[in-house]
């Protein structure tokens, strides 16, 4: 009993040795505020791309509480259509259909200022 326990715990421990972490963003770039509090920002290292659509790591700020809080997302953004879908939130996946970002200045701030950047230098940053 005792040799079939450890031989399980050394293959979990091999297994956790060798996957993989995940990657950090290395280059967070302020797409949007509103007021002094809320504030958004995208990694530009995380942008993929295809002929209309980014996708792309950004975390959201709000200092207007008590405390500084962080929401996390990955977000699919349809430049052409003007609409996005988050694919993610802190680290959960989002159930959600796309939406043009009505009545949320941070999410349309953060759709212009990705939307805006050129493909071709971020398809050469990422090669």
Request: negative net charge; proline residues 4%.
């Amino acid at each position: 009993m005792l040799t079939r326990l450890s031989m399980t715990l050394a293959l979990a421990l091999a297994m956790l040795i060798h996957l993989p972490f995940p990657a950090r963003a290395t280059q967070w770039e302020l797409a949007s505020s509103v007021g002094n509090d809320l504030h958004q920002y995208v990694d530009l290292d995380s942008i993929r791309l295809s002929p209309s659509l980014r996708r792309i790591a950004s975390y959201f700020t709000d200092a207007s509480g008590d405390e500084l809080k962080r929401t996390d997302y990955t977000t699919l953004y349809d430049c052409d259509r003007r609409v996005f879908k988050d694919l993610s939130e802190n680290g959960d996946r989002a159930q959600m259909d796309w939406m043009a970002p009505i009545d949320d200045p941070l999410n349309l701030g953060a759709m212009n200022f990705v939307c805006a950047l050129d493909g071709d230098a971020l398809l050469e940053r990422q090669s």
